[in-house]
């Protein structure tokens, strides 16, 4: 049995509340399955998107710490795009979607044989990446006016920068469940299986600036692991590598170990579940502000503090 299965989620430093929420939901199409706070500074939300239920590997999470965080930089020694998984057949669409709303974009490139790409950032700068091809057979979110077919399905891949890439290379080969899928000059891919949502994607960019942490950066990127016991195998897996790691942490909806890969990211083994219906109907997910037990007393204090949102949106319709 695989330790890790694939991505789980990408977790991003982000700056107005709203704009996450008009991007993510609006402009992309994805749910928000949870409204929740930083678990730990609990005057900042947590906004998770995904698809209808939070799968794992469809999940994009974000900590909007407000319009006035210090912009960060994209560079090596980061995780400097997030990929989403669109059918080959909405190319179109999406362009003129884009277009629609005056989102900037890269025009269409070709990678590999069998996946065309649009790069596009947020509303902060985050790098993004709109990848059609026909592989993916996950159903994407269905909001009410993107069409059903044209839906973003979920997370293709992640895109690291390294000065080189071999140290992380070997992590994720021999300890975390990765195989070589494809590989250019400038790229190598690696995945748990040949299957969007599965893929690492690492760059050897020595001739970059170094990256820096702030609005419009990711965060940490998520591996899922099936449970607990499966977590635990794989800490021991980090003990023998030499791998320092923090304690197992109880997210509410999964729980999570981290650490930080050879070239500086931080990495985090997500258990699959118990997932986001653990306290609301998965109808109504992403509803209501949800909090762990240890920060329901300070409730109607945090409802004075964190910022008012309108969700869901209408003007992206």
Same mark, same amino acid.
């Given at each position: 049995?695989?330790?890790?299965?694939?991505?789980?989620?990408?977790?991003?430093?982000?700056?107005?509340?709203?704009?996450?929420? #008009? =991007?993510?939901?609006?402009? *992309?199409? %994805?749910?928000?399955?949870? +409204?929740?706070?930083?678990?730990? @500074?609990?005057?900042? !939300?947590?906004?998770?998107?995904?698809?209808?239920?939070?799968?794992?590997?469809?999940?994009?999470?974000?900590?909007?710490?407000?319009?006035?965080?210090?912009?960060?930089?994209?560079?090596?020694?980061?995780?400097?795009?997030?990929?989403?998984?669109?059918?080959?057949?909405?190319?179109?669409?999406?362009?003129?979607?884009?277009?629609?709303?005056?989102?900037?974009?890269?025009?269409?490139?070709?990678?590999?044989?069998?996946?065309?790409?649009?790069?596009?950032? #947020? =509303?902060?700068?985050?790098? *993004?990446? %709109?990848?059609?091809?026909? +592989?993916?057979?996950?159903?994407? @979110?269905?909001?009410? !006016?993107?069409?059903?077919?044209?839906?973003?399905?979920?997370?293709?891949?992640?895109?690291?920068?390294?000065?080189?890439?071999?140290?992380?290379?070997?992590?994720?080969?021999?300890?975390?469940?990765?195989?070589?899928?494809?590989?250019?000059?400038?790229?190598?891919?690696?995945?748990?299986?040949?299957?969007?949502?599965?893929?690492?994607?690492?760059?050897?960019?020595?001739?970059?600036?170094?990256?820096?942490?702030?609005?419009?950066?990711?965060?940490?990127?998520? =591996?899922?692991?099936?449970?607990?016991?499966?977590?635990?195998?794989?800490?021991?897996?980090?003990?023998? @590598?030499?791998?320092?790691?923090?304690?197992?942490?109880?997210?509410?909806?999964?729980?999570?170990?981290?650490?930080?890969?050879?070239?500086?990211?931080?990495?985090?083994?997500?258990?699959?579940?118990?997932?986001?219906?653990?306290?609301?109907?998965?109808?109504?997910?992403?509803?209501?502000?949800?909090?762990?037990?240890?920060?329901?007393?300070?409730?109607?204090?945090?409802?004075?503090?964190?910022?008012?949102?309108?969700?869901?949106?209408?003007?992206?319709?």
């Amino acid at each position: 049995m695989k330790l890790i299965t694939g991505l789980h989620h990408v977790t991003a430093i982000t700056g107005n509340a709203q704009e996450n929420i #008009d =991007f993510y939901t609006g402009v *992309l199409g %994805l749910r928000l399955v949870k +409204k929740t706070v930083n678990f730990d @500074y609990s005057e900042v !939300y947590h906004f998770y998107f995904g698809d209808e239920y939070g799968t794992p590997g469809t999940i994009m999470t974000t900590f909007p710490y407000g319009k006035d965080l210090i912009n960060g930089r994209h560079g090596k020694g980061m995780l400097n795009t997030t990929a989403f998984s669109v059918s080959i057949e909405a190319l179109d669409y999406w362009i003129n979607r884009l277009e629609q709303f005056n989102i900037p974009f890269k025009q269409p490139q070709q990678r590999f044989s069998d996946e065309v790409f649009i790069y596009l950032e #947020d =509303f902060d700068g985050l790098g *993004l990446e %709109l990848v059609f091809n026909d +592989k993916d057979e996950r159903k994407g @979110y269905y909001n009410g !006016y993107i069409p059903k077919d044209y839906a973003v399905k979920g997370i293709h891949h992640v895109e690291i920068w390294q000065d080189a890439y071999e140290r992380t290379a070997a992590l994720l080969t021999t300890q975390m469940d990765h195989k070589v899928i494809k590989e250019t000059p400038d790229r190598l891919r690696l995945g748990t299986d040949n299957l969007p949502g599965k893929y690492v994607d690492l760059l050897s960019t020595p001739g970059a600036l170094k990256g820096l942490a702030g609005r419009g950066t990711v965060h940490h990127v998520a =591996f899922a692991t099936p449970d607990a016991e499966s977590q635990l195998e794989m800490v021991k897996r980090l003990n023998a @590598y030499g791998l320092e790691h923090t304690e197992v942490k109880d997210r509410k909806y999964f729980t999570s170990v981290y650490f930080k890969e050879p070239g500086g990211v931080l990495f985090e083994i997500a258990t699959s579940g118990p997932g986001f219906d653990a306290d609301e109907e998965a109808a109504f997910l992403g509803e209501d502000l949800q909090l762990p037990q240890q920060f329901e007393k300070r409730r109607e204090r945090l409802i004075e503090v964190l910022p008012v949102i309108n969700y869901p949106t209408e003007k992206f319709r």
